[in-house]
Each structure stands twice: as structure tokens, then as C-alpha cells.
């Protein structure tokens, strides 16, 4: 143990325990049967314990490039937490997708594991419920007497997500044999419910009537957003126009494939005839689990040993349908493995045919060689990375996303996608959206014109209006309301639309230079050893440390 891996740990343990909504969601064991304190003085503590860390980490020797590479990752995390500190960017603390409700949501559903949930921590997190939610009340407050209130889209969204979870909650104990708990856990949910309903009504009642209708945060505080979860600085203009011509080579290569199912028919009606075939549809919940689970397995036992040394803690995911509506998303093993790793997958419907030609691609990204093997591998690495490295995915965003989508594309390099069918699912339902995601994202924040040639609304200002039309006609494969959740998703999150895409391009950047650097000793499974034993960090870094000479080797 070297000091700055001793003082990685003690930060762990403090964070988890001032956050353990995030701790959760890290795979930090320790904190199950509590909920994050999202009040005023808690915030407060969390930003002064990032604020001590990173004086102690500048004041802490490196010995070595393992740890000056640890240093690094922690230094840049802790002073962009101190930056958004000091510039309040979090005084609002409302999110569509990753806020105090939706983390709450999740703290509560990764500790419902059937007949082998904990009961006592779930009842623990029940009964914390209405606390945590008022210290949120507290801080919303403040913030308002501040002058300062979330948009009307993020409170409207929380307050119905509010709603969501009451239904969730609602049905949870009734939903397993626990024996003598059962009273005091419908008890504990019934309380929950009624503390959810009663933040819901302030949202959409009291908060909402001075919730400004202007969504655009403006480039400054988008910057800050940039940094947060990309770690680098961008100039957006210029990478605004990029995500123009992004989309435009992707919907080429669209057409391409398209023309290659039906000659001749234009690409919606394609999409739409994938849809209704038979032979891309799957009926029933358990039959897609199935299929799904076997498809990871399916490409576990490819790729291990060929294209990746694949750990066997890591050569089984476990697949499930997530009890709610949303995008499918992995969760990386605990750091104690008692958690796999898990792909959760939704279903709008779960009785209808359901359409499986988009799904593979997804899969790759969420599984092997994606998320699975790339935060699996990093939670397995006690012998080059501390703690924080291990466990700290979840920060960094650009890096974990970027690596997703490049999974998917070198799938398709790697001849996975033979089926046209298929290969269009991976453009239209990845690259397709991530490239629109980078122009809406910019654009919609910086209010930019719309470019002339895209032949769409042309020297209009983006709106949220013009946005929902651009979504439909140009990624309209969701299921109803996705358009809407994306809307508010970029509207929330300043930034963290543009992972995926401009993660991918890092990453495929720095492959190409390690190729030329290499020449003929390239070798491409050495390539990603080396990178993901990297461990997670910024963009910025992340480039520079996958093209340094001395690392050829």
C-alpha cells in the first residue's frame, strides 16, 4: 500500500459514505441499507471532502508510472468536482436521467433480487425514503430563495418520475415470499409512497410556478458539463459542425445497407418492414431474455482468447428485463463480486412480437466486448489500479461510453454483422443517434443555426420544438416517449450526450496512431489489453496516454 493508494481508498470509503446513492451505482459495498443525504449541509460535506482530497493528493510523491497515472485520474476527477462546487452547477439538483430521484429509484431496485434480496437493507432503504426526500426539499428550497430553479422541463419530468416509482414501490412487496417482513415492509413502502406523492405535488405545484421555460444552459456553463463527463475541453463550434458531417456519412452508410435488404426502397420503409419480419422477432419475455443471454455468451466464447483475454469471473453476464421503461443499460460487478454483472433490458410491451434487428449491436456495447469486459476488467485490477481507478467508471463517462461504441464498431470490423439487417440495426439504432445527439446537444445549449445543406429547417435557431422533429424524422425508432425522454435527457445533462460519440473517435484516434507508431508489430489484442488495464480516466488523458512512444511495447 503506497500512501497515494491509501489516501485513494480512504476517499472511497468517505464518498460512499456521504453518497451511497452513488456508492450503489459505483458497486461500493458497505452502504446498502442507506440512502444519500441530498440536503444542503450534506452537499456542502461531499464538496469539502473533494476539495481536502485534492490538496492531499498535490501534496502526496509519486513513484512510478502506475501511480503518476493514478494521481492523474484522481486529481482531474476531484478538481472537477470543486470547479462545478464553485460555479453552483449543481444548486438546481435536477436531472432527467441521473438526479437524486432516478438515483434513489436505482439504489432501491439494485437491492430487489428476487429471493435473494437482503430484506432488513431493503426495508433500511425503504424507511430512508422520506428523509432523503425532504433533505432534496431543503436544498431545492435554497436554491430558489437563490433565485436559482431547474427548468420547467427537468421539475415537470421528476415529478412525474416521481409517480413512476410510487407504481414500482407499490407492487414491491407483494412481488416476493419474505416471510414475517411482509407488514412492516408494506409499511415502510406505503410511507415511501406517500413521501413521493407529496414531493411530486410540491414539484409540479410549488417549484414549477417559478421554473424559468428557457432551457439553453449557454457555453459556460456547457463547458463545465464537457469537462465533467468527457475531461477534456472542446471547441464547440467546430465540433458541432463535426456531428453534422458524422450523421451525414452515417446515413450514407445507412442507405447502403438498406439498399442491400430492399433495392430501391428508401430507408424508413426499410426500418419499418424490419420491424414487422417474422424473422427478427422474438414473443414473450422469457424467450428474449433467452435469446439476448445467448447472444452474450455467444460472443463471450468468440472473442475470449482470439480478440481479448477475458477473465472467467467475467464470462457470464447475467441478463435481465428491467421492471421499467428506458434505454438498456449494464451494471458493472460490486468490487466483491457478490453482484454480477448484470445488462438490464426494458420492454414497452412485453407481449407483443418483439423486434430483435437493432438488438445485437446494443449488446456488444452493453456486453463483450463492451461495458462488461471493460468495467469487469477494471473492477478485477487490484494489481495496477487503487480503489477509486477500480470503482470510479461511473465519473467518467467519455471513456465508458466512448469504448461502448467503439465496441460496437469494431464488431462490425470483426465481420459481426454480415446480416445487412443487423448491421443497419447498429447504424441507425448507434451511430445514427449518437452523431444526431452531438449536434442536438451543442445546439440545442448554444442555440445555434441550423447549417445550411442539412435540409432541415436551414438558419433556424435549435429549439426543444425543433428538436423533437429532428429526433422523429431522424431517429424515430423508440418506443412512445423516447423522443421526449432524449429532449429532456440533453436538456439535463449538458455534455453527456456527446460521450458516446466523441468517446468512440478518441478511441478509434488513438488506435490509428499506436497502428502507425507500431507498423507491422501492431498488434490489436495487445492494443486493448493495454488500454483497459488503463483503467478509466478523461478523454484528454486517455489520448495521451494510449499514445505515448514508451508504451509501444
Not at 10 to 39: H, K, N, S, W
Not at 463 to 490: N, S
Not at 530 to 547: K, V, Y
Request: charged share 25%; aromatic share 8%.
Amino acid at each position: 500500500m503506497t500512501a497515494l493508494n491509501d489516501l485513494a481508498d480512504r476517499y472511497v470509503d468517505e464518498l460512499a459514505m456521504l453518497d451511497p446513492c452513488l456508492a450503489a451505482a459505483m458497486g461500493i459495498a458497505g452502504q446498502e441499507e442507506r440512502l444519500t443525504d441530498f440536503g444542503p449541509q450534506a452537499a456542502h460535506a461531499r464538496t469539502e471532502l473533494a476539495r481536502r482530497t485534492l490538496k492531499a493528493v498535490n501534496d502526496t510523491p509519486v513513484a512510478g508510472d502506475a501511480e503518476r497515472v493514478a494521481a492523474a485520474v484522481l486529481r482531474e476527477r476531484l478538481a472537477t468536482e470543486v470547479a462545478l462546487a464553485d460555479a453552483d452547477a449543481y444548486g438546481t439538483l435536477l436531472d432527467t436521467m441521473d438526479g437524486p430521484i432516478q438515483r434513489v429509484r436505482q439504489a432501491v431496485g439494485l437491492l430487489d433480487q428476487g429471493s435473494d434480496t437482503v430484506w432488513d437493507a431493503l426495508l433500511a432503504r425503504l424507511r430512508a425514503v422520506p428523509g432523503t426526500l425532504a433533505g432534496l426539499h431543503e436544498s431545492l428550497e435554497a436554491a430558489r430563495r437563490g433565485g436559482q430553479v431547474a427548468p420547467y422541463r427537468q421539475v415537470a419530468r421528476n415529478a412525474r418520475e416521481c409517480r413512476d416509482m410510487r407504481r414500482y414501490l407499490a407492487g414491491l412487496p407483494a412481488g416476493h415470499n419474505h416471510g414475517v417482513l411482509r407488514g412492516v415492509l408494506d409499511e415502510a413502502a406505503a410511507a415511501a409512497n406517500e413521501a413521493l406523492t407529496g414531493f411530486a405535488a410540491y414539484l409540479s405545484e410549488e417549484l414549477a410556478a417559478d421554473a424559468p421555460e428557457l432551457d439553453a444552459l449557454g457555453g459556460d456553463r456547457y463547458q463545465l458539463g464537457v469537462r465533467e463527463f468527457l475531461g477534456t475541453r472542446l471547441d464547440l463550434e467546430e465540433t458541432y459542425t463535426w456531428g453534422w458531417d458524422e450523421l451525414s456519412r452515417v446515413r450514407r452508410e445507412m442507405a447502403e445497407a438498406a439498399a442491400q435488404i430492399a433495392p430501391g426502397e428508401p430507408v424508413p420503409a426499410v426500418l419499418a418492414a424490419l420491424d414487422r419480419n417474422p424473422r427478427y422477432q422474438v414473443t414473450g419475455t422469457a424467450a428474449f431474455r433467452d435469446w439476448i443471454q445467448e447472444l452474450a455468451d455467444h460472443a463471450i466464447a468468440d472473442l475470449g482468447g482470439t480478440h481479448f483475454a477475458i477473465p472467467e469471473p467475467l464470462r457470464r453476464i447475467d441478463c435481465r428485463i428491467a421492471p421499467t421503461n428506458g434505454p438498456a443499460f449494464y451494471l458493472a460487478p460490486s468490487e466483491d463480486l457478490s453482484r454480477p454483472g448484470t445488462v438490464w433490458w426494458p420492454l414497452t410491451d412485453p407481449d407483443a412480437p418483439i423486434p430483435t434487428w437493432t438488438v445485437p449491436s446494443t449488446m456488444f456495447h452493453e456486453g463483450v466486448p463492451g461495458h462488461h469486459l471493460q468495467l469487469g476488467v477494471t473492477t478485477l485490477n487490484v494489481a495496477t489500479l487503487n480503489r477509486f481507478q477500480r470503482l470510479s467508471c461511473e465519473l467518467h463517462q467519455g471513456h465508458c461510453e466512448g469504448w461502448g461504441l467503439y465496441a460496437e464498431r469494431l464488431m462490425d470490423e470483426l465481420g459481426y454483422f454480415a446480416d445487412p439487417a443487423y448491421r443497419l440495426g447498429m447504424l441507425a439504432g448507434g451511430q445514427q443517434m449518437r452523431a444526431a445527439r452531438v449536434v442536438l446537444d451543442i445546439g440545442l445549449h448554444l442555440r445555434l443555426p441550423i447549417p445550411a445543406g442539412t435540409g432541415f429547417h436551414e438558419g433556424e435557431r435549435w429549439t426543444p420544438q425543433l428538436g423533437r422533429a429532428f429526433l422523429t424524422e431522424h431517429c424515430g425508432l423508440g418506443p412512445p416517449g423516447f423522443v421526449e425522454f432524449e429532449i429532456d435527457r440533453y436538456l439535463g445533462r449538458p455534455g453527456q450526450a456527446l460521450a458516446y460519440k466523441l468517446g468512440e473517435k478518441v478511441w478509434l484516434e488513438a488506435r490509428e496512431a499506436a497502428r502507425r507508431r507500431d507498423g507491422a508489430a501492431f498488434d490489436l489484442k495487445r492494443f486493448h489489453h493495454h488500454a483497459l488495464n488503463l483503467g478509466p480516466m478523461g478523454l484528454d488523458l486517455l489520448r495521451a496516454e494510449l499514445t505515448r512512444a514508451d508504451h509501444a511495447r
